[in-house]
């Protein structure tokens, strides 16, 4: 018999494997590993504030807007005092409701943001102001395309150059810096060799997809990054991340965060039992379908 998961509800869960809990170590707090992500070209103000609002609601990590809705973003995550919010303790949450003081001692949700999105073949210059006004409009992470012409085309001085430039803009903000290599369309040569220069340019993450790309996250890709990155440069996989199962398989594989639009479905998957989650239909690993 599967005892109950009762106060883990959908923020942490407790991995049931053969026939008995593994203990503490064996908890998992899905949400705390999710940018809850609305990126498509015509999303409104209102769908704005309703990721925020479920951000708020289940503790996820941050939210992943376009560049004009930052500061909406940001507004709309300002917590009043008397605004009651989710604990997101990473280690465990009771999942009991909040006042805005008290959650200011807590894990703050971060807002995120994409420059040189989806195709990543804006100059340096051009992607510097983008990154410069995201930086204004009060964004904590930015998730930065590269040049794919320059990648496919073996010019990795300009990639260099490219992130180096970014990285250091972003840095002196005291900001965070994820770099989108699509690795769903590269090949593990030009994988491995991206997670090398971007290493050497101190980014903070290297992100798998767009989630516009024919194929998006992989275990394989993740898995790879993971070998071939320093303990410190965090991974961060998108595209195609639509249910626990593989939302999981990612994390076990390396991830350190995921990019999804789904977030909320993952996170109510999680709390099901393991037959019940068994019976739940999965997504197809590395989908081809935008996670936007």
């Given amino acids: 018999m599967i005892p109950n998961l009762g106060k883990w509800s959908n923020f942490s869960l407790l991995l049931f494997i053969n026939g008995k809990y593994e203990g503490e170590t064996s908890v998992i707090n899905i949400a705390s590993y999710i940018d809850h992500t609305i990126l498509k070209p015509v999303t409104t103000y209102i769908e704005i504030k309703k990721i925020c609002g ?11 807007v376009p560049p ?10 300002g917590t009043a005092p008397d605004m009651p919010v989710r604990d997101a303790n990473p280690n465990g949450s009771d999942g009991q409701l909040r006042s805005g003081a008290e959650k200011e001692s807590g894990p703050a949700i971060k807002v995120a943001t994409v420059i040189g999105f989806p195709f990543g073949y804006s100059v340096v210059k051009a992607k510097l102001a983008e990154v410069e006004q995201a930086l204004t409009d009060g964004a904590d992470e930015l998730d930065v395309v590269i040049n794919l012409v320059a990648l496919r085309n073996g010019d ?8 180096t430039a970014v990285t250091e803009l972003v840095h002196n903000r005291k900001k965070i810096v994820k770099v989108i290599i699509e690795s769903g369309i590269l090949q593990d040569q030009e994988i491995i060799r991206c997670c090398e220069i971007y290493s050497k340019a101190g980014v903070d993450f290297l992100k798998t997809s767009t ?4 194929k998006g996250a992989t275990v394989h890709a993740v898995q790879l990054m993971r070998a071939h990155l320093p303990a410190g440069i965090r991974i961060k996989a998108s595209g195609g991340i639509r249910d626990y199962a593989f939302a999981r398989q990612l994390i076990e594989a390396g991830a350190n965060r995921l990019g999804c639009s789904a ?21 197809e690993k590395g989908a081809e379908k935008a996670d936007y």
């Fill in 156 to 163: 990795w001085e300009y990639l260099t150059g490219e992130m």
């Fill in 54 to 64: 479920e951000a708020r609601e289940y503790g996820f990590a941050a939210v992943c």
């Fill in 263 to 283: 977030s909320v479905e993952i996170v109510k998957g999680g709390a099901l039992l393991p037959a019940e989650r068994q019976a739940a239909p999965t997504s």
């Fill in 68 to 77: 004009p809705l930052v500061r909406l973003a940001v507004e709309s995550l």
């Fill in 211 to 214: 989630g516009y790309a024919e």
